[in-house]
């Protein structure tokens, strides 16, 4: 039988703070409701892991971690846990040895609250890997909003501009910048590992509010990755989702009725 050659990293260790009611993790929060949006089946992570291409597959957990591992446990997948909340980068951190450990050398990179990335999706992100070193999955929204924005050049991705930065922009500016960030890559596994251990260098120092008070943490992003790799002339591409909803996180209490919504309409 023919190996598998994709290996994924899914991010699901976070609080999800902004789903008001609920203090567990939010990637087990039910696609199918029964009593009420949080009681229910098919957790929003185990749509995640079934959209992904056959491989190993490490799931990286904090926040309610015991539970996440018992939804999951049957499911062949590895964890790895992330210490403290430090970001997407640090995120990646957590997973270093799995990535050490494993001999495929393409990946991706998801979300564990994001469900609705479709599998072929996934593939044409894989395809362009063939030609590129890393490869960001992008959408036209219908509002920009918070989002991270791509500064795109000649098809190569320079950087990812967090919204606290663009939103500064001259409104010229701003207009070229029509596509957003999902927070989703594929990349390779040997050029990664390369890439962390750079990354380990460039930590953002972030206030962040922890039981009421503020707090300064530090924290890495995947995005410093995306600049890093410019530097060194390496080639950053950009495949896009063909439907906004496709890429949509779930961050919130309406963000959890749409998708339970979508979900409804799909099965």
């Known amino acids: 039988m023919r ?3 994709t290996a994924c990293v899914i991010l699901a260790a976070g609080y999800g703070s902004r789903i008001k009611g609920y203090s567990g993790n939010k990637t087990l929060l039910p696609l199918l409701p029964e009593s009420g949006p949080y009681k229910g089946r098919h957790s929003i992570l185990l749509e995640v892991l079934r959209n992904l291409p056959a491989g190993p597959k490490a799931v990286v957990v904090h926040h309610e971690k015991e539970e996440v591992i018992g939804a999951t446990r049957d499911l062949g997948v590895f964890y790895c846990e992330q210490p403290t909340l430090n970001g997407t980068g640090g995120a990646l951190m957590a997973a270093q040895s799995f990535l050490e450990g494993i001999e495929q050398e393409n990946l991706l990179i998801t979300m564990g609250d994001t469900p609705f990335v479709k599998a072929a999706t996934y593939r044409s992100l894989l395809r362009q890997l063939r030609k590129q070193d890393f490869v960001v999955l992008g959408f036209r929204p219908t509002d920009r909003a918070q989002y991270g924005l791509l500064e795109i050049e000649d098809e190569t991705v320079k950087r990812i501009i967090e919204w606290k930065y663009w939103s500064e922009y001259p409104s010229e ?12 890559y594929a990349t390779k596994r040997g050029l990664l590992l390369e890439y962390l251990n750079r990354l380990r ?3 953002h120092h972030v206030e962040k509010v922890r039981e009421n008070k503020t707090v300064v943490v ?3 992003f995947i995005t410093d990755i995306v600049e890093l790799l ?3 002339g390496l080639k950053v591409g950009v495949s896009l989702a063909r439907e906004e909803h496709e890429v ?7 963000d959890l009725v749409v998708a339970q919504e979508i979900f409804a309409r799909r099965s």
Do not use: F, Q, V, W
């Not at 207009?175 to 927070?183: D, H, K, R, T, W």
């Open 230 to 232: 410019n530097d060194d």
């Open 201 to 203: 260098h460039l930590a």
């Open 3 to 5: 190996k598998p050659h």
């Open 248 to 254: 949509m996180g779930i961050d919130t209490d309406e």
């Open 173 to 184: 500016r701003k207009s070229c910048l029509e596509i957003c960030n999902s927070g989703i």
């Open 218 to 220: 530090e924290e890495y």
